[in-house]
């Protein structure tokens, strides 16, 4: 079994015209800050994906100083307006060629973060709060997925 974590980016600023450029806020890099340390104490995941836009960087940035990943990317596709099937089937992928990573987190948005829960547990569809973490179980052999919950920031 493989543990996939999707996680929402954390608070960030007000919506502006260049949506990809907003900012996280202060409290969304504590958020962020935070539950890196609850990754690395609970889960210590081996690989990183990550959407392109600021604030899912600033989150992966703040939840690196608390975790190492053997495998590290930046995702064009896991945007706000990105495919989550197209998602899935990227990381199935990537989870295939990396037999030695137990647990990938994916950082992104909503409403993408929701729609990639779905695509591996029909009829599970969080709505994630800001630096919220999907926790979810993956067999790699059957496709078969089992969703754990929905962890949030203490704030």
């Not at 992928?93 to 990396?98: F, R, W």
Request: hydrophobic share 40%.
């Amino acid at each position: 079994m493989k543990t996939i974590l999707i996680m929402r980016h954390g608070e960030a600023g007000p919506m502006q015209a260049d949506d990809a450029a907003r900012l996280l806020t202060e409290r969304g890099q504590k958020q962020a800050f935070d539950m890196g340390e609850w990754l690395s104490r609970v889960h210590n995941p081996g690989a990183i994906l990550v959407s392109p836009y600021v604030r899912a960087q600033q989150t992966a940035d703040a939840v690196k100083q608390s975790n190492e990943f053997t495998y590290q990317e930046t995702c064009s596709d896991i945007i706000p307006s990105g495919s989550a099937s197209f998602a899935i089937d990227y990381l199935e992928t990537l989870i295939s060629m990396h037999e030695e990573v137990d647990t990938w987190l994916v950082i992104a948005h909503m409403p993408i973060v929701s729609y990639m829960v779905d695509q591996l547990v029909h009829g599970e569809m969080p709505i994630f709060p800001t630096a919220g973490v999907a926790v979810i179980e993956y067999c790699p052999k059957t496709h078969k997925s089992n969703y754990k919950g929905l962890q949030a920031p203490r704030m």
